[in-house]
């Protein structure tokens, strides 16, 4: 690995990116300048090298996926986000929905026996679906399957849920874990930066209640993820400032476990206009986050966006996760244009995918532990037909 990197710092002629090379082969820091930097000036090989041998150094070849669900409670929702293909202001649109609590418990309850591990929860902000709603859904959904991970509610939509009830943040979030909330998914971060959180998002929680909702549940030992979303309107000092609060965050709590780049898709939405990012960028995007998110232990392609062949190609710019199985109740992104319009995938087709790319496949829990090694599993025996697409 450090030999790749000795023939950059060799062959690379520009002193800055000499340095961030050395930097990255001694395992120091890089600073927001410098990342800025490599978003200016660091080609794809560049900083596509760099990135490989800090995943190699943490994760060696193992990439992870894991055995999850979606639930979707409704895409209702009090707000107005300008990238959203999904929300409708109220459910007797024709394309509007709202679950009730035992409609959810039989999604739930179909999984009986299956053995996946995790349930994502997340949603529109619907204005009736409040705390005691969500808590009762939680403990009915630990009353049936105790073991199974509940990871629920973007901040943006604890936000609401908290100051409707007229609760701390601290409290709403005490609340929730003791129902059986276990830990946080990464939505709702979109570009932190005012100038540009005014622009598309401007009604729902700003940066800091975003941060401050993550470092509560932190502090309550729950773990958590983080998003950006990336591609539109933003500028690479808007990035910058995105993963520098991010990292800042981390520094002080540690709590987070993943950081999941999410591409900005442009159809049917109020954004439409704007042309989505070329791959290449993409891949640059993901390469220089892993050199300078070096405090958060994963990078996580989430495939239903980018697309199986790019979810592959990413795992040759950073990333160790292709997030799961997941099912194909989600609409957020298929209704905003992305690759899969109805995302599931098997876990023959997660590990094939995984091979493929010379990975090792490996099941992981939400919390990074390991459910089961696939590496000697070989699904072409039992019949599995590796043209899935
Ligand atoms: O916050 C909405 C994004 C997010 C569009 O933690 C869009 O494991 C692209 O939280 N183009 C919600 N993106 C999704 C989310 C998530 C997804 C996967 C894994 C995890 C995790 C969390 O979806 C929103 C927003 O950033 N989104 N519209 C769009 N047009
Ligand atoms: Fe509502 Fe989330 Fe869509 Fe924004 S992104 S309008 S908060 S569902």
């Not at 930097?23 to 080609?43: A, Q, W």
């Not at 062949?309 to 957020?332: C, H, M, P, R």
Request: negative net charge.
């Amino acid at each position: 690995m450090n030999d790749t990197i000795e023939l950059l710092i060799d062959t690379v002629a520009d002193a800055g990116l000499k340095l961030i090379a050395e930097k990255v082969k001694n395992s120091e820091r890089i600073t927001d300048k410098e990342c800025l930097f490599l978003f200016e000036k660091g080609s794809l090989p560049f900083v596509g090298a760099l990135a490989n041998s800090i995943r190699e150094r943490l994760h060696g070849d193992t990439t992870y996926f894991n055995r999850n669900f979606h639930i979707e409670p409704t895409n209702v929702c009090v707000f107005s986000c300008e990238f959203c293909s999904y929300s409708r202001l109220y459910a007797h649109k024709e394309d509007g929905w709202e679950l009730s609590i035992d409609q959810m418990l039989d999604i739930v309850k179909t999984y009986d026996g299956k053995p996946i591990t995790e349930v994502h929860i997340v949603g529109g902000v619907h204005p009736k679906m409040n705390m005691a709603y969500f808590i009762e859904l939680m403990q009915k959904i630990k009353a049936h399957r105790p073991g199974l991970h509940v990871k629920a509610f973007t901040a943006v939509e604890l936000d609401y849920m908290f100051r409707k009830a007229k609760l701390s943040v601290e409290e709403g979030m005490k609340q929730l874990h003791e129902a059986g909330l276990d830990s946080l998914p990464g939505g709702g971060a979109e570009i932190f930066h005012p100038e540009i959180r005014e622009k598309i998002c401007a009604d729902k929680v700003d940066a800091d209640g975003w941060l401050s909702i993550h470092e509560a549940a932190h502090n309550l030992g729950m773990h958590s993820n983080a998003t950006m979303l990336y591609g539109h309107i933003e500028t690479f000092e808007h990035r910058v400032d995105h993963m520098r609060r991010l990292r800042e965050l981390q520094d002080k709590t540690g709590g987070f476990n993943t950081f999941i780049p999410l591409k900005f898709r442009n159809q049917d939405n109020a954004m439409s206009h704007v042309p989505e990012s070329v791959t290449t960028e993409d891949m640059r995007l993901y390469a220089i986050a892993r050199i300078y998110l070096d405090n958060f232990p994963h990078l996580k392609a989430y495939w239903p966006m980018l697309g199986r062949e790019y979810a592959q190609l990413s795992l040759s710019f950073g990333v160790n996760d292709i997030d799961g199985t997941i099912d194909d109740s989600t609409k957020i992104y298929s209704m905003a244009g992305s690759e899969e319009q109805t995302p599931a995938m098997s876990t023959a087709e997660l590990v094939m995918l995984i091979k493929q790319a010379k990975r090792k496949p490996v099941e992981r829990d939400t919390l990074y532990n390991v459910v089961k090694d696939y590496t000697e599993v070989d699904f072409s025996a039992t019949g599995f037909d590796p043209s899935f697409n």
